[in-house]
């Protein structure tokens, strides 16, 4: 079993991410010790806001608004997940699985040890984020969740995730600034979609972002499936506010924002928003309007 880490080379001059780095050393049992990079932005005493990526990016993707957050006075921490941007790379996707990430995850939190946090995530931030908020609900003082969802294997997933699915499974070169670009309603920027490859040199790095979507529980047999079950029954709990914001043109996570609205506590009497001009990966779309959501959640705290 191979762990691989990406040259600091491959992340010079980066447009708008000159982020100093920071690690967190996290074990495996098979793998051994492995470095987890995350960023951790403004000043040590503000409210904390915890930014998850999902797939197939890293912290990048939240590069704009990390910077906005931060100079508004909170501390930002936007991890990479492992297999992901700065953090090592296991290179076997059988090195991977949904319980493997969110126990590297829970080490993470565990380490920087957050109070009152609020958690702001996106796609499998979300599978993740909201599984650490289901284990340690005494972290956070509140969630944002947007374009995301808890999946229990039950039900019809749409048909565009499972194109998707099938498409990560066989293409033979994993484009993943591609992905990005694809399913962004703006243009990226010169050196963007340069960016979003950055984290790997070849083929060999990708492992972790080519499963990720055969992970996600779409049957009730599925790894994760009961412990996202375990999550919803303490999210059915959870009374601190919990908002959503999803955008107005994304495929696969359209509607879903109604589960939360139906099932968590915290969601009522919530601004809930649909975001107007984003795609799947909102962040790149409408960083602007998403910080300002963030900071106006935090100031109702």
């Known amino acids: 079993m191979t762990v691989l880490r990406t040259p600091d080379t491959q992340f010079e001059n980066l447009p708008d991410y000159s982020f100093t780095q920071h690690y967190t050393v996290i074990n495996d049992s098979a793998l051994g010790d492995m470095r987890l990079h995350y960023v951790d932005e403004g000043p040590r005493n503000g409210r904390i806001v915890i930014m998850m990526h999902g797939e197939p990016s890293w912290s990048y993707l939240y590069r704009k608004m990390i ?53 702001f995530c996106q796609d499998w931030g979300g599978l993740i984020g909201l599984r650490l908020v289901a284990k340690y609900p005494e972290r956070f ?30 293409i033979p070169e994993f484009p993943v600034g591609g992905v990005i670009r694809g399913a962004t309603v703006n ?47 303490v999210l059915s709990r959870f009374d601190k506010p919990f908002l959503t914001a999803f955008s107005d043109q994304d495929p696969i996570t359209a509607g879903l924002d109604k589960h939360f609205h139906s099932r968590v506590p915290g969601c009522k009497g919530q601004p809930h928003q649909i975001v107007k001009g984003g795609g799947h990966f909102l962040q790149e779309d409408v960083p602007d309007a998403l910080s300002q959501i963030i900071l106006e959640f935090c100031e109702r705290l």
């Open 187 to 233: 243009d990226l920027g010169p050196g963007e979609e340069a960016a979003y490859n950055a984290p790997y040199p070849d083929e060999s790095y990708k492992a972790g972002a080519r499963i990720f979507p055969a992970l996600v529980p779409i049957s009730p047999d599925m790894d994760g499936v009961d412990d996202n079950l375990n999550a919803w029954d």
């Open 67 to 119: 910077t906005q957050v931060a100079n508004a006075g909170c501390r930002v921490l936007a991890p990479d997940l492992i297999g992901f941007g700065r953090s090592d790379k296991p290179s076997a996707q059988s090195d991977y699985s949904y319980s493997g990430h969110v126990d590297w995850m829970s080490q993470w939190l565990e380490a920087v040890d957050t109070r009152d946090a609020v958690l």
């Open 141 to 170: 003082a509140g969630v944002i969740a947007a374009n995301t969802f808890l999946p229990t294997g039950q039900g019809s997933m749409p048909d565009a995730f499972m194109q998707w699915r099938e498409f990560a499974k066989v």
